[in-house]
């Protein structure tokens, strides 16, 4: 199918920022922030934050690639800005090391009408300038209250997500095989092919009224989306997402997480995510 070209003043426009034209017919755009200071090894670095877009032409309109370099307790608000407007997240990883405040680059990825997608891109702007107006140094903790010692029902927990739990030194740790596709359908991802970690690793600490959950999930990128929509409206934080390979579409992920509620919330939470992504199959 024949693409179109880009409209370099509209997406300007919507991105408060004029774009470069690359061979091919993509629009390119770096957008800096400059109140932040970002230490690295106690020495000042200037430009460490930015932001990175990728404009191409494409079949539904444009698709949309880009990078963000986040202080910590931005990276939750600015993926919600983004699955709100249909743009995935692909990537999260540490930017420096010794770095203070700590900075990590979140990853995007997204398709449709380019005018939305630029909206979505300028949404960040917001969000950060939201974050700091907030707080002008980035919090040091996720939202809600910490875990508080106490005891934790492993049989409940295990229970919701049909599995038997383990308790060791007051954790509870639980995980979940990866089914096999019953589908059979043309295009599914070959079982050869699944990596053999299990879908889901968790650890839960704290008391069943005040708990955290920390583990990770190992998802195709078809899973990917619907799993981080599910665990983000259950106000479980990404905190890493990584390539376990390099198959491109076929490939597999490594989605870590943490989150803070009621240990029954919490599983409740990581159900719903499972459930988001036996849906996306």
């Given at each position: 199918?024949?693409?179109?070209?880009?409209?370099?003043?509209?997406?300007?426009?919507?991105?408060?920022?004029?774009?470069?034209?690359?061979?091919?017919?993509?629009?390119?755009?770096?957008?800096?922030?400059?109140?932040?200071?970002?230490?690295?090894?106690?020495?000042?670095?200037?430009?460490?934050?930015?932001?990175?877009?990728?404009?191409?032409?494409?079949?539904?309109?444009?698709?949309?690639?880009?990078?963000?370099?986040?202080?910590?307790?931005?990276?939750?608000?600015?993926?919600?800005?983004?699955?709100?407007?249909?743009?995935g997240?692909?990537?999260?990883?540490?930017r420096?090391?010794?770095?203070?405040?700590?900075?990590?680059?979140?990853?995007?990825?997204?398709?449709?009408?380019?005018?939305?997608?630029?909206?979505?891109?300028?949404?960040?702007?917001?969000?950060?300038?939201?974050?700091?107006?907030?707080?002008s140094?980035?919090?040091?903790?996720?939202?809600?209250?910490?875990?508080?010692?106490?005891?934790?029902?492993?049989?409940?927990?295990?229970?919701?997500?049909?599995?038997?739990?383990?308790?060791?030194?007051?954790?509870?740790?639980?995980?979940?095989?990866?089914?096999?596709?019953?589908?059979?359908?043309?295009?599914?991802?070959?079982?050869?092919?699944?990596?053999?970690?299990?879908?889901?690793?968790?650890?839960?600490?704290?008391?069943?009224?005040?708990?955290?959950?920390?583990?990770?999930?190992?998802?195709?990128?078809?899973?990917l989306?619907?799993?981080?929509r599910a665990?983000?409206?259950?106000?479980?934080?990404?905190?890493?997402?990584?390539?376990?390979?390099?198959?491109?579409?076929?490939?597999?992920?490594?989605?870590?997480?943490?989150?803070k509620?009621?240990?029954?919330?919490?599983?409740?939470?990581?159900?719903?995510?499972?459930?988001?992504?036996?849906?996306?199959?």
């Open positions: 199918m024949a693409t179109s070209a880009l409209d370099a003043q509209l997406l300007g426009e919507r991105l408060g920022t004029a774009l470069s034209a690359l061979p091919g017919g993509a629009l390119v755009a770096t957008l800096p922030r400059t109140l932040v200071t970002v230490n690295v090894e106690a020495i000042p670095i200037s430009g460490a934050l930015n932001t990175e877009l990728s404009f191409r032409p494409a079949a539904q309109g444009a698709a949309l690639s880009g990078s963000v370099e986040l202080l910590e307790d931005e990276v939750s608000p600015v993926i919600d800005t983004l699955l709100a407007h249909g743009i997240v692909v990537g999260l990883y540490n420096f090391l010794y770095d203070e405040p700590r900075v990590l680059v979140l990853r995007f990825e997204g398709q449709g009408m380019p005018a939305l997608l630029a909206s979505g891109a300028q949404s960040i702007g917001s969000v950060l300038r939201d974050a700091r107006l907030r707080s140094k980035p919090l040091r903790e996720l939202p809600g209250d910490a875990p508080q010692a106490g005891t934790l029902d492993a049989a409940a927990l295990g229970g919701v997500l049909g599995v038997t739990a383990s308790t060791r030194d007051g954790e509870v740790a639980l995980e979940v095989p990866r089914p096999a596709d019953p589908t059979g359908t043309p295009g599914a991802i070959a079982p050869l092919l699944a990596p053999e970690a299990p879908l889901l690793r968790a650890s839960f600490s704290g008391s069943d009224l005040r708990a955290a959950v920390s583990g990770t999930f190992v998802l195709s990128a078809k899973e989306l619907p799993v981080l665990l983000r409206s259950s106000n479980v934080h990404l905190v890493g997402l990584v390539p376990r390979d390099m198959r491109g579409d076929a490939g597999w992920f490594s989605l870590h997480f943490r989150g509620n009621t240990s029954l919330g919490l599983v409740r939470g990581l159900d719903q995510a499972l459930q988001a992504r036996t849906a996306a199959r």
